[in-house]
T-cell receptor, first 113, second 113 residues
């Protein structure tokens, strides 16, 4: 069965520091992979997605993610975090034979000034 | 213009009541979804509709009945509400039935007392 694991429940970083949020997936074929961000009281906004091709994908707000098939990972990175990045981040995998997204449990990012 | 809009944003009701949540998308998408986010922020798909036809029903109690009058609308009706139904419900839409980019609404926080 498809699944997504986000090992870090809560991460705290200082503003200006670099960030990496981890995501591992379990899927029988090449997955569709997504990172969504949920700001407090808001819906989910897509940061970036990977379907095929270049394994390093660029997203909005200065985020990027790298697909590593050998590690079944799709980690999200940002070189310099801003206070406005404080939010909940969700990794998701798309099941190709259906249209549903399977989400990880989320990582809460806290940013200190 | 809001792409995916849900009403109401907050809903507080007593056990045993029947309530509805409405969702509309103006993106021209043909697939719409309901996701449930529990108190631990875990997101799980409940239903998906493609061109008004039910595609996914993820073993949701039959007290939950989605209704899609047209491609742009997917409403969720819940009968005999229970305490465990308290959650945030997200509507989403996408184009096509493969797991492509989904656009989410802001969510409806349902509290059953």
């Amino acid at each position: 069965a498809q699944s997504v694991t986000q090992p870090d429940i809560h991460i705290t970083v200082s503003e200006g520091a670099s960030l990496e949020l981890r995501c591992n997936y379990s899927y029988g074929a090449t997955p569709y992979l997504f990172w969504y961000v949920q700001s407090p009281g808001q819906g989910l906004q897509l940061l970036l997605k990977y379907f095929s091709g270049d394994t390093l994908v660029q997203g909005i707000k200065g985020f990027e993610a790298e697909f590593k098939r050998s590690q079944s990972s799709f980690n999200l990175r940002k070189p310099s975090v801003h206070w406005s990045d404080a939010a909940e981040y969700f990794c998701a995998v798309g099941a190709i034979n259906t249209d549903k997204l399977i989400f990880g449990t989320g990582t809460r990012l806290q940013v200190f000034p | 213009d809001t792409a995916v809009s849900q009403t109401p944003k907050y809903l507080v009701t007593q056990m045993g009541n029947d309530k509805s949540i409405k969702c509309e998308q103006n993106l021209g998408h043909d697939t719409m979804y309901w996701y449930k986010q529990d108190s631990k922020k875990f997101l799980k798909i409940m239903f998906s509709y493609n061109n008004k036809e039910l595609i996914i029903n993820e073993t949701v109690p039959n007290r939950f009945s989605p209704k899609s009058p047209d491609k742009a609308h997917l409403n969720l009706h819940i009968n005999s509400l229970e305490l465990g139904d308290s959650a945030v419900y997200f509507c989403a839409s996408s184009q096509g039935i493969k797991a492509t980019e989904a656009f989410f609404g802001q969510g409806t926080r349902l509290t059953v007392v």
